[in-house]
């Protein structure tokens, strides 16, 4: 409020103490002059929106190969003995329910849940600890009896 009633009063001012001779004068060039912030302007917001877009698709990437990471994890899974098999499973789905529900809204005003990294790191333990007992188990592959 305050600046439109500065640059009314400005205005107002000018009108009084400036001749129209005057103004008319230099009319000319003001039109070119803004003409030229016109374009810098539009040249500025044409960058502004590139790189929105651009660490937009950067964004989407990072959540694709985070997806493709923990269903290819999901999968794998599979190959494990049953009790740590459903452990995984359910750590894995727990881990993406809290992304979704804790991690991103944090993400949303710069902050991290600890809650989510709680449970990245459970899951990780999880992985860690598992001993393999066979070669199947060993390698991630499933043995002919498993198929």
Do not use: C
């Not at 990437?61 to 290819?72: M, R």
């Not at 990780?124 to 002919?144: I, M």
Request: no cysteine; net charge negative.
């Amino acid at each position: 409020m305050a600046a439109v009633l500065l640059s009314v009063t400005g205005t107002l001012l000018v009108r009084r103490f400036v001749a129209v001779e005057v103004l008319e004068r230099h009319n000319e060039v003001a039109g070119f002059i803004y003409a030229v912030i016109g374009v810098v302007y539009a040249v500025l917001l044409g960058f502004t929106a590139i790189i929105v877009w651009e660490r937009h698709d950067k964004a989407q990437d990072a959540l694709e190969a985070e997806a493709n990471d923990l269903t290819d994890l999901y999968r794998d899974a599979e190959t494990f003995p049953d009790d740590i098999r459903r452990e995984l499973e359910t750590q894995l789905r727990t881990y993406a329910r809290l992304v979704v529900e804790k991690e991103w809204p944090a993400m949303a005003e710069h902050k991290s849940s600890p809650e989510v990294w709680d449970a990245y790191t459970q899951l990780w333990r999880t992985y860690y600890q598992l001993q393999p007992e066979n070669s199947a188990t060993k390698f991630g592959t499933r043995s002919q009896s498993q198929s």
